[in-house]
């Protein structure tokens, strides 16, 4: 790991009509000679031995900073003046947000909330694969996805060892967590297990399959029911890393990689799907 780990905002704005595109904002009339200051990255945050990879932005004046593995810190927030570490934040790993007092994540075997001030963890343990002593797993949520305030998914794996799973899909409907479905579907996708809507009410989310990458999934959830998606190379030749649905349509974008068939290690070449419905 490196000795630290930067999180880095956007310093201009890029929004045509802004300050920073005054030509754009001022509407028909003599186009300005005045070039718009370039906009640039810069770090706002370096925190000695920590790993930033996950971040949350709830608003231009907030957003959530999480760890991939390390629980020396955990969760950092920004309000608008600055990042701080809140302490009731310790040990959680990546998040989802849908306002400054709506956002959440997770940590082991619990899932957490902030509402505004501090967060709450809620234990999901006896949603979760049994610990099996036995088999050497250890079951842990994953990732987490909120859709509104009702309607929150997370993921769950039981990391048995070499072959992952059982996965387990779980929702919270506004009052109560439940498992909705689940399956042998190898391990999650690290640091946090991504997720992206259909835009009709389910969800896309990719799966590592065992050690090696030989059987890895697209998983489609929709009424009910998780399957498994056709991907172009086939299970065993193509891993999906991460899904995003395109804002107001049914699209989705997926990046991974190909290689050769059971083998990571040959061919290896980075590849973007999309899938139109």
Request: charged share 15%; hydrophobic share 45%; glycine share 16%.
């Amino acid at each position: 790991m490196a000795a630290g780990t930067a999180v880095l905002l956007a310093a201009a704005g890029l929004a045509a009509g802004s300050a920073a595109y005054p030509a754009l904002a001022a509407g028909p009339g003599p186009a300005s000679t005045t070039q718009p200051a370039a906009a640039t990255w810069k770090v706002v945050k370096k925190v000695a031995g920590e790993d930033f990879t996950a971040v949350v932005a709830t608003g231009r004046n907030g957003g959530w900073a999480f760890p991939g593995s390390s629980t020396r810190f955990g969760a950092w927030h920004f309000d608008g003046r600055g990042w701080t570490h809140v302490a009731s934040g310790h040990g959680l790993q990546g998040g989802s947000g849908l306002s400054a007092h709506d956002v959440w994540s997770f940590d082991g075997t619990d899932v957490a909330h902030w509402n505004g001030s501090a967060w709450s963890r809620t234990s999901v343990a006896r949603l979760l694969p049994a610990a099996q002593k036995t088999h050497l797993n250890d079951p842990a949520v994953a990732g987490i996805f909120a859709v509104s305030a009702d309607s929150v998914y997370a993921v769950g794996n039981g990391n048995q060892e070499d072959d992952g799973g059982p996965m387990v899909l779980l929702h919270w409907n506004g009052r109560a967590w439940s498992k909705v479905a689940g399956g042998l579907f190898g391990f999650d996708v690290e640091p946090a297990q991504p997720m992206a809507s259909d835009g009709h009410g389910g969800l896309w989310i990719p799966m590592a399959g065992p050690e090696g990458g030989s059987d890895s999934h697209l998983l489609h959830y929709s009424g009910g029911r998780l399957t498994t998606a056709a991907v172009p190379g086939g299970p065993s030749r193509t891993d999906i890393a991460t899904v995003a649905r395109i804002p107001g349509t049914s699209e989705v974008l997926a990046g991974g990689f190909m290689h050769a068939a059971n083998n990571t290690g040959v061919d290896d070449a980075g590849v973007l799907l999309e899938f139109e419905a």
